[in-house]
């Protein structure tokens, strides 16, 4: 039976994949800072913000067997002007979105290293190609995860490693609700940032459901040749993938914006 680490587990995209996972055979482990009750997997508490937390919880995973596969979901979400977010709240996003899944493929990696086999399946986004107004730094981490993992499928693949990214785009979690906000009273921006915030959210309880996204994870780790990137979400959200690289991007703004709340 393959064995899989997924962090995030406890709640959205992380708690429907390890439900599918499990479901359709697989070993799961989940990961998450907080415990789940009552799942019918073992589930190790991990801190990806935290070095010592993420080590500790790969070494408790790795010591009861190896693992076949990681699948990242943990994350978070911040909305509000590039102005008005403070360096502190940025850096915050930074440290979970992009070094949380840095810290944790990094612990796991030298064990399918010396297996010479392994998957890696990073959940990305959309909006790590398409980047959200009043979201900057949100989409920022996620196309800095976009090169991060393109650099490091190839450094691995001569290990029998796989990488891809999964680039949901909107999908109905807790995600929407726990998503912070830096928008004050008197920010200059307040208006606009609050009709795209709204909007964002309006588009996201209308998204596609979690185990969408879990099908499409556990498609890629059937698969002999896994995809490097596969998006996941309505038909209107993902053409604007091809759309972005083929049309001028004066025309492309205009064409998103009423999408973008702009």
């Known amino acids: 039976m393959p064995r899989v680490l997924i962090t ?9 994949c390890a439900r599918r996972l499990h479901e359709t055979g697989w070993q799961v482990v989940g990961a998450s800072r907080r415990a789940v009750p009552e799942v019918p997997w073992p589930h190790v508490t991990m801190d990806v ?23 990242t979901c943990a994350g978070w979400g911040l909305a509000g002007p590039v102005e008005t977010t403070s360096a502190e709240d940025a850096r915050a996003q930074f440290e979970t979105n992009f070094w949380g899944t840095d810290r944790v493929v990094r612990a796991i990696l ?11 399946v990073l959940v990305g986004s959309l909006a790590g190609i398409i980047p959200i107004p009043f979201q900057a730094y949100y989409s920022a981490t ?23 990214v999964v680039e949901p785009g ?3 979690t ?10 004050s009273d008197d920010d200059p921006y307040r208006d606009a940032a609050l009709r795209a915030i709204t909007k964002m959210e309006g588009d996201e309880r209308s998204g596609v459901d979690p185990v969408d996204v879990a099908r499409t994870i556990e498609k890629v780790l059937s698969r002999r040749h ?3 990137r596969v998006s996941v979400g309505r038909w209107g959200e993902r053409v604007g993938v091809p759309a972005k690289r083929l049309l001028p991007q004066r025309v492309f703004e205009r064409a998103a914006g009423p999408s973008l709340g702009v």
């Open 8 to 16: 995030g587990s406890s709640s959205g995209i992380g708690l429907a």
């Open 226 to 228: 896994p995809p490097r």
């Open 174 to 183: 807790g995600f929407t609700d726990a998503r912070q906000t830096t928008v």
């Open 110 to 120: 030298p064990s399918l290293r010396e297996r010479r086999s392994g998957r890696l």
């Open 170 to 172: 909107n999908v109905n």
């Open 49 to 71: 913000d935290d070095d010592g937390s993420t080590a500790a919880g790969a070494t408790r995973v790795l010591d009861d067997g190896p693992l076949d596969a990681v699948v």
């Open 142 to 164: 996620k196309f800095a995860l976009e090169g991060w993992a393109g650099a490091l499928a190839l450094e691995v693949a001569p290990f029998g490693i796989h990488v891809t």
